[in-house]
């Protein structure tokens, strides 16, 4: 069956440069025949920029809408308002006005949503290959999927997402019964509850969470991200680059439930996905805590801890689970009790092991904290004398 041509929907603020530079690589991309529809969505900033470069844009495979909203609606609003479009278009395609787009976004996006378009628990299609575990501030590496070029993520995407009319409508209806507060629902990391209420993504994220769905990532990014300053970025940033795919491809998709690369919203692997691999932890029931993100105690932890476990392997392989997967024996990983793994992961000195684990040097923090004790001992012994 051919996939449908789901519409691109292009959000735009006060960046007109950016906007710009994002229309520009979506006319250099390729595309099926037949009518791709491009809407380009502004919310009011006050200024005109924005307005005249989406008039002045030529788009060449299909047919260009420009809503220009009359009053401010704010992230939050703006987007809700454009993912409501499906509505009208059915599969719509997001991208937001600091992104970049593959060659070939648009091939990868219409096989992905046709090929997951029946299955209740995926509610989106990322676009964007996560590379970083914000929760831990630490890089974040998916394991080896066999012939798929995806994974699935408990984290709704925001910078190149997709929706079907049915993975939207879920996602509203859920909105009705819930409202935007989310703090009685469990398991959400810190940092997501921390942010603004101008956030849609974090009540949709709250929503998947709730539901147990997920969103299917692809390996190679379709788009990378700028980090223009605006409503919520005060300078420009580097961080969240990562590189796009440069050639077409016939990308290969797995089944939710035949995957090995499941993930929660902490970026921790399923339990489930260990134990496919590794077979001597089929019998216990665990959570899976390396990065140390997570802080109930109930149960047992997969963690990161030097002490004596239940079974104990080295923390060595990248990504992390490897060791485990692979029943690879030692220390920095164990399946223990949280009472003690908890203690060990919250610790500087943990800390300190998994910059060098990742970085080999360790964070910004420890280092100050090693220079003041130095000053704070040099000042004391100053005083001494």
């Known amino acids: 069956m051919t996939p449908s041509l789901p519409t691109i929907i292009v959000i735009g603020y006060n960046r007109p440069a950016s906007l710009s530079r994002l229309l520009g690589s979506l006319r250099n991309a390729h595309f099926p025949a037949g009518n791709v529809r491009l809407i380009i969505s502004l919310d009011n900033s006050g200024m005109l920029e924005p307005l005249e470069v989406a008039k002045a844009f030529e788009w060449p495979h299909g047919d260009k809408r420009i809503i220009a909203h009359e009053t401010r609606l704010g992230l939050r609003n703006h987007v809700l308002s454009c993912g409501d479009l499906t509505e009208e278009y059915g599969d719509v395609l997001v991208l937001e006005d600091d992104l970049f787009v593959s060659p070939f976004f648009y091939e990868y996006t219409s096989a992905a949503l046709d090929f997951y378009a029946e299955d ?49 409508l879920g996602f509203r209806q859920w909105m009705q019964e819930h409202g935007t507060d989310i703090t009685n629902i469990a398991n959400i990391p810190a940092d997501i509850l921390s942010w ?50 440069q ?102 000195e943990a800390e300190y092991g998994m910059y060098r684990f990742f970085y080999k040097f360790p964070s910004p923090r420890i280092i100050l904290s090693g220079l003041l004790e130095r000053v704070q001992l040099i000042v004391s012994r100053s005083g001494s004398r």
């Open 120 to 168: 209740p628990a995926i509610a989106g299609i990322s676009l964007y290959s996560q590379q970083f575990n914000q929760t831990a501030n630490l890089p974040f590496m998916p394991v080896d999927n066999g012939d798929a070029d995806v994974y699935f993520m408990q984290l709704a995407a925001s910078w190149g997402q997709a929706w079907s009319r049915r993975q939207w």
């Open 247 to 348: 050639r077409s491809m016939t990308h290969q998709f797995v089944p939710l439930g035949a995957s090995l690369a499941i993930y929660d919203a902490f970026c921790e692997i399923s339990p489930e996905s260990i134990k496919m691999q590794n077979p001597l932890l089929a019998k216990y029931d665990f959570t899976v805590n390396l990065y140390g993100c997570k802080h109930h105690n109930d149960g047992l932890q997969l963690a990161r801890s030097n002490r004596q476990g239940l079974h104990n392997f080295s923390l060595s392989m990248k990504p992390m689970e490897l060791s485990v997967m692979h029943n690879v024996e030692g220390e920095g990983i164990s399946l223990i009790e949280p009472s003690s793994a908890t203690s060990y992961a919250s610790s500087a």
């Open 196 to 245: 603004p209420d101008s956030s849609w993504l974090k009540l949709y994220n709250a929503y998947i969470i709730s539901r147990n769905k997920f969103f299917v990532y692809p390996y190679r990014s379709l788009t990378t991200n700028f980090g223009d300053p605006g409503q919520h970025f005060n300078i420009a940033s580097s961080r969240f680059q990562v590189p796009v795919q």
